[in-house]
């Protein structure tokens, strides 16, 4: 997870299903073998796996996306400098996608514009109740994430969902 291509992987094959090395060099601009080196790595860690059954013949290999989301909390890797390095990178992707937003948006209609939000709040809480709420925003947004889209005639764009919560100081 410490590469960004690999989150980014990542990130694609959550997005639009299982994909072959050849059509993720396309969506990355990255070589083929390259793209196949990362998969390999993200396979040691079981973050993907092979899906046999899509090939066409020996030589076509699909990926999938392993099906847990990955979430994680500075107490999964204590006093660990490559996972605190890992979390810098993560952080600077979100960054990256809100600042893109920000570039992007006049070219957004205004319903898009106005509906796109970003919020902060203080509270103070027990370590107890930060995990709470942990729990409670990471189920809301793999409900939003994993729901079936309804039919109903109304625009869905793809949207990058993201929540913080640390302990700090105005």
Do not use: C
């Not at 601009?29 to 390999?40: E, P, R, T």
């Not at 600042?99 to 319903?111: I, M, S, T, V």
């Not at 109304?154 to 913080?164: P, S, W």
């Amino acid at each position: 997870m410490s590469h960004p291509l690999r989150r980014r992987l990542l990130d694609i094959l959550r997005v639009d299903g299982p994909s072959t090395a050849s059509v993720l060099a396309g969506k990355t601009g990255q070589a083929v073998g390259n793209i196949s080196h990362h998969l390999k790595v993200l396979a040691a860690s079981e973050l993907v796996a092979e899906v046999p059954e899509l090939a066409r013949d020996r030589r076509e290999r699909w990926w999938r996306r392993s099906p847990d989301v990955l979430s994680r909390s500075a107490s999964d890797f204590p006093d660990d400098p490559v996972a605190a390095a890992a979390e810098s990178l993560v952080l600077e992707r979100q960054t990256t996608l809100v600042r893109q937003w920000f570039a992007e948006r006049d070219g957004y209609p205004e319903p898009w514009r106005r509906a796109a939000f970003t919020t902060d709040h203080w509270a103070m809480l027990s370590a107890a109740e930060l995990a709470e709420l942990e729990d409670k925003i990471f189920d809301l947004l793999a409900s939003l994430a994993d729901r079936e889209i309804p039919d109903d005639g109304q625009e869905r764009r793809l949207v990058f969902l993201t929540a913080r919560a640390v302990p700090g100081r105005p």
